[in-house]
């Protein structure tokens, strides 16, 4: 697969839907963890989740001045994402502060998964971008150590986090798929048709999944 | 008034204390202001709260380096007035937008003239810290432009709005005087008694209103 695609317009419009779903995915994210951040059971756990947040808006921000240097309006590209999102969001509401760590976990390493996934078949420009957007392992690796230290303190909530786990993977593999087929964001990529692209969403549900996977294994949890 | 107290022992209570409050306020802004922008109209708007909230985050950030830095538990300094600040945002929830709006107007604005203030009684590092803190001003001249067009889009705005803002200004210098004086935290300045305090914290109040009355009467709105 050409790193560049041949056709500009097409690729172009690609890019846009692209950004667009990013930023609008950092931006909701932002919001929700840094509403989340107040049910935290300490004042310690609180910043934990809003440094979290503070990265996903310095993300947001990021995507949305690319867009705006590429002549595009970030609103109007984010808009038509904003419903499947806001969707995943209302069908995943934490119902307290375990389930609001998780769900940080699960979506940021998800979004890391998703985007290095989609970095292959981008400009070079791009793909720096996106290798800014990642670079928050630190992030991650504080989410993990919490909820470690979460599931050590209780081990009945092993369970219920391992369920609602696979819940947030279950609505955010739904997610990706509706936003890379129907739009048809990654229909866009050069050289791929429809059953090109279906054949692309399919191979990065398992990937994303099986990484998943082995993170929750890695907290001890079912996967 | 002397900038450096003469008792150190008390003056560090003085500071832990003030720091404390500062740490508390600037992390549950953030957190209220992040959960707030959800609600705005346009996505350009979510992002203009998002971006004040941010701010009050980087805020948060330093003064906790800080009590670190003087080897105080942050958390523990925050503590005693989670309550107080708690009891302000719950009695302050705004309806919408536009009530969000004017609260991080009124809040910011009210914050940057209460550190100005204190900023007179302390030693020359903390009052450098007060300055980094303040340094906002940009973000709140985007509240009071987007204020200034939401009320010239709307007129029947400018009373609700007036009169939340009363109540927000009621509200903030109520817990301002709270926590100045129950803690005690004023009274922690050297050569003051409690008569000396007291009085410190009125002219504060009376200057707090004024400027917030200013202000007001900026936005075309009555005091």
Redesign the interface.
Known sequence: MSAIPGDPARYNSFLTDLLGVMA?GE??A??RL??D??YSP???D??VL??I??VE??H??LV?ARLEGMGVD??VA??RF?PSVDHFHERTRPADWYESLMKAYVIDTLYADYYRAVARYVDAGTRELIGQIQSAEEATAVLQERLKAALADDPRLASRLALWARRLLGEALTLAQRVSLEYPLLGGLSGLDDAGAKELVDSLTVELAANHSRRMAGLGLAG
């Open positions: 609008y931006l909701s932002f919001e840094s509403s951040a107040r300490t004042l310690h609180r910043a809003g440094r947040a503070v808006f310095q947001y921000e949305r970030a609103e984010m808009l904003q």
